[in-house]
């Protein structure tokens, strides 16, 4: 299929223009007649292919559009006019050029959830599956508010996990640097001005382990740099293989000091999103293969996708969440509770809202803990350098001063 320019006017004189993928010309004229338009002029489109990393539309973007289009809707504003209003008044030009398309979409026939679907890197399957359920319940409004605090939750979360991570990691590199610097530059100015006095041959043994990491480092330098590229290239190739994938993912949840904190993170996430699905009507067992594409973990993903096996044969949600082994005794006994009670999308938001703090309080205490250690071990690293390169230089001035 192509995509075709076009023009028509309204029967009210109303010029229109418009995108539409069609396999002809005659195709798009017979479409714009089915919508009461007379048709000017049809051209197919032709452009250059646009790259941009990523949809160019950010999280403040679709919190904003979302709250402003079910405010609208609340007042009662025809879809296509709310997408007209919204696509003139963002900012972004990426996202007004989606938000033009589903307009279009919509105006051809297509329901909101369809046209939402057409660019999923925008919306979602979470986002376009609550979309459809509050289509089909007359909620729209509803649904699209409690997407909004939904988003806003989940990108509070994603911005915790990253700033825990991004101190950490800038320490690191600095390190790095600085060791480099150390061992390529200064310790091999250290080593000439001990020959020059003539005490080469009379370094104490801290001193010369040094020195020999620092020839070491330089005469291997270019050896190392393709160790570390090579390693860490093949490290990520594997991780992207599914069994590297899953034994990655499986590591992190485990591991001593990260793995208490992901796993608050996984349980925050599965029940927030398990809660607003189904706070929306959708059935269980599509909001679990939603939750499922939506989990960021792979254990975790095959554990939901089980869970709704389970499901499917008539078990309880309970049952299976402990067979996973990944979320607490705590978090699957009061998803039974709500299950016996009617009431799991409330017992879910619940859960979401206890730990959602939780993940504030250990992502602070992560940061807190972490942050001491990496200064210790830098400073320790430095200060044998150092003492390495000044004991010499104390014992050269006792012989001058003798």
């Not at 609208?72 to 006019?81: K, R, W």
């Not at 005469?219 to 992207?240: D, F, P, Q």
């Not at 591991?255 to 959708?282: D, H, N, W, Y």
């Not at 989990?295 to 096996?309: D, F, I, M, P, Q």
């Amino acid at each position: 299929m192509a995509e075709y320019l076009w023009e028509a006017r309204a029967r009210s004189g109303e010029l229109r223009k418009g995108k539409m993928e069609a396999d002809s010309e005659e195709t798009v004229r017979d479409r714009l007649r089915s919508m009461q338009l007379t048709s000017t002029k049809v051209a197919r489109s032709f452009s250059l292919p646009s790259f941009r990393f990523g949809s160019g539309v950010d999280s403040k973007d679709l919190v904003t559009f979302t709250r402003l289009f079910a405010t609208m809707i609340d007042a009662g504003l025809p879809i296509v006019q709310c997408l007209d209003i919204l696509a003139g008044q963002t900012t972004n030009p990426a996202f007004a050029a989606v938000l033009v398309d589903v307009k279009e979409s919509v105006e051809q026939g297509s329901t909101f959830s369809e046209a939402l679907k057409r660019h999923p890197q925008v919306f979602d399957t979470l986002y376009v599956n609550l979309v459809a359920a509050g289509e089909l319940g007359g909620i729209l409004d509803t649904i699209l508010n409690r997407l909004a605090v939904y988003i806003e939750k989940n990108v509070k979360l994603v911005r915790q996990v990253r700033g825990a991570l991004f101190y950490p990691s800038a320490v690191m590199v600095i390190f790095v640097a600085v060791l480099g610097v150390l061992l390529g530059f200064v310790i091999p100015s250290f080593k000439k001005m001990f020959a020059e006095f003539g005490a080469a041959d009379d370094l104490p043994a801290i001193t010369q382990f040094v020195i020999a990491a620092s020839e070491g480092f330089i005469s291997h330098l270019l050896l190392i740099t393709v160790v570390m590229v090579g390693g860490i290239t093949s490290a990520i190739a594997y991780v992207r293989t599914a069994v590297g994938k899953r034994m990655f993912h499986s590591f992190l949840l485990k591991a001593p000091v990260f793995g208490p904190v992901l796993q608050k993170i996984a349980v925050a996430r599965f029940t927030r999103t398990l809660g607003t699905l189904l706070s929306a009507g959708v059935p269980i067992l599509d909001a679990l293969d939603v939750v499922a594409k939506t989990a960021g973990n792979v254990v975790v993903e095959e554990g939901l996708y089980y869970t709704r096996s389970r499901i499917a044969e008539g078990k309880t949600m309970a049952e299976p969440l402990m067979e996973m082994k990944v979320f607490p005794t705590m978090v699957v006994q009061m998803v039974g509770v709500g299950e016996q009670t009617g009431a799991l999308d409330v017992m879910l938001n619940k859960i979401a809202d206890f730990y959602e703090d939780e993940v504030d309080v250990a992502i602070s205490s992560l940061t807190s803990l972490i942050e001491p250690v990496l200064m210790a071990s830098i400073g320790a690293v430095v200060g044998v350098v150092l003492v390495a390169m000044y004991m010499p230089i104390f014992g050269l001035a006792g012989k001058i001063k003798a």
